[in-house]
């Protein structure tokens, strides 16, 4: 199975700030990545596909990059709506696998 | 408006069974893959099983194989989670999710529904 390992499990940080979270595959998955937002008690938001396009209605501040074994997560501006928890997810095998987890917390 | 809508979660005792549903409206069900993701408490998001369009075509996870059987019913817009000799491990919130293929991101989720597996 593809391991998926997401850095770091916790960021501090404030609004305004730039952040980035990596995500690593243990194996290539071409560009078959997903970045999810999830907020407490709530079912998670799709971001991000084929590592770089945006979802529809997601604002532009939130970009992907990245293919074969690793790939970031960038906001520009981080905004209060934005503290969360970020998942990437890899869909180059029907053996989907999640990364743990970032929780962007509020410095 | 799109929607997927969990049902069927609750506490059952290890060795049990549940059956979880999901209703799917707002959009054209047969042509998407489905898939349930379950999430045990304070931890982060697993992959359970998925199927294709048609049903035809269905992957589990190692951790249920064999003791989970996902299926649909085209007709009425439904996926099923038949779940056999659970686990106390097997305590989650259970997210059904869909994707416009197997190859794509699960861009349609429900609100989950929770099963505790405790005595």
């Known amino acids: 199975d593809i391991q998926m390992t997401q850095s770091p499990s916790t960021l501090s940080a404030s609004v305004g700030d730039r952040v980035t979270i990596t995500c690593r595959a243990s194996?290539?998955?071409?560009?078959?990545l997903a970045w999810y937002q999830q907020k407490p008690g709530k079912a998670p938001k799709v971001l991000i596909y084929?590592?770089?396009t945006l979802e529809t209605g997601v604002p532009s501040r939130f970009s992907g990059s990245g293919s074969g074994t690793e790939f970031t997560l960038t906001i520009s501006s981080l905004q209060p709506d934005d503290f969360a928890t970020y998942y990437c997810?890899?869909?180059?095998?029907?053996?989907?696998?999640f990364g743990q987890g970032t929780k962007l917390e509020i410095k | 408006e799109v929607q997927l809508l969990e049902s069927g979660g609750g506490l059952v005792q290890p060795g049990g069974s549940l059956r979880l549903s999901c209703a799917a409206s707002g959009f054209t069900f047969s042509s998407y893959a489905m898939s349930w993701v379950r999430q045990a408490p304070g931890k982060g998001l697993g992959w359970v099983s998925s199927?294709?369009?048609?049903?035809?075509?269905?992957y589990y996870a190692d951790s249920v194989r064999g003791r989970f059987t996902i299926s649909r019913d085209n007709s009425k817009n439904t996926l099923l989670l038949q779940m056999n000799s659970l686990r106390a491990e097997d305590t989650a919130v259970y997210y059904c999710?869909?994707?416009?293929?197997?190859?794509?991101?699960?861009?349609?989720w429900g609100q989950g529904t929770m099963v505790t597996v405790s005595s």
């Open positions: 997810q890899q869909y180059n095998s029907y053996l989907y696998t």
């Open positions: 999710a869909a994707a416009a293929s197997l190859t794509d991101a699960f861009d349609i």
């Open positions: 194996q290539s998955i071409s560009r078959w």
């Open positions: 199927v294709s369009g048609s049903g035809g075509s269905t």
């Open positions: 084929e590592a770089s």
